[in-house]
């Protein structure tokens, strides 16, 4: 009996992130009722501090990942491509690392080669902020801060494409 439980404990625990990660959960946040992105102050991997708030003006793609994330490793090939190509059209990408030490980041980002700005909330207190309970998360921000759309699960090139055109400065 209690070898049942574990084993269904244990498959329960497997299949939510599956579906969660699988079944992109979207949320457009209606017109009339958006509301600002809230400030933050984090290192990036070269010790520099870096609030959201110095992005007031452009729109901002705000994700929040981990190394150890298999959808978050997939969608960042696709956050680079959008950042070359949008970085000169008043778009910026803020990777927000959830909770791991710079000496797991930083291999990561020189091996992927990516070139947005990496942020690393190492206490949590961003991830809490923002109600992060799953891994990846993406907040797309218009120039004035106000959040556009927020999607948890991994996101497609497409996607992301479509969303950061909703909030590209004009």
Known sequence: MLKSLVAVILVLGLLYPV?????????????????????????????????????KGKGVVLNFWATYCPP??????????????????GIEILAVNAKEPRILVSPFVEEKNLRFPILLDRTGT????????????????DEDGVIIEKFSGELTEKKIRSSVERIISE
């Open 72 to 89: 978050c490793e997939k969608e960042m090939p696709y956050l680079n491509n959008v950042y070359k190509e949008y970085k000169d059209k």
């Open 19 to 55: 579906y969660t990660n699988f079944f992109l959960n979207k949320e457009t946040v209606a017109k009339g009722q958006n509301h600002a992105a809230d400030d933050f102050t984090l290192q990036d991997l070269d010790g520099n501090e870096i609030s959201l708030s110095d992005f």
């Open 126 to 141: 961003t991830v809490d902020q923002y109600k992060i309970l799953n891994l990846p998360i993406t907040f797309f921000i």
